[in-house]
């Protein structure tokens, strides 16, 4: 099952003012996210950090490939 609703991602209104932008409510299923945020790397520094250069979980690994998928 995927952690992604792609139905609340899909059906989400876009904004285009002041700029482009949507918020989805629940686009990570609930019963999913409090497990996610345990594998969410520990990040320390600012700046720009690719996912390969932390250490992280497994579901937040498959909740970056959903969203490159």
Do not use: C, W, Y
């Not at 932008?21 to 996210?33: G, K």
């Not at 600012?46 to 250490?55: K, M, Q, R, Y």
């Not at 690994?61 to 959903?66: A, N």
Request: no cysteine; net charge negative.
């Amino acid at each position: 099952m995927p952690l992604l609703d792609l139905e609340a991602l899909q059906s989400a209104p876009l904004s285009r003012e002041p700029f482009t932008f949507t918020v989805v409510r629940n686009a990570i299923r609930p019963a999913d996210a409090a497990a996610i945020r345990d594998d969410f790397p520990e990040i320390e520094d600012s700046g720009l950090l690719p996912v390969e250069a932390t250490h992280h979980g497994p579901l937040f690994r498959r909740l970056i490939e959903e969203l490159e998928s």
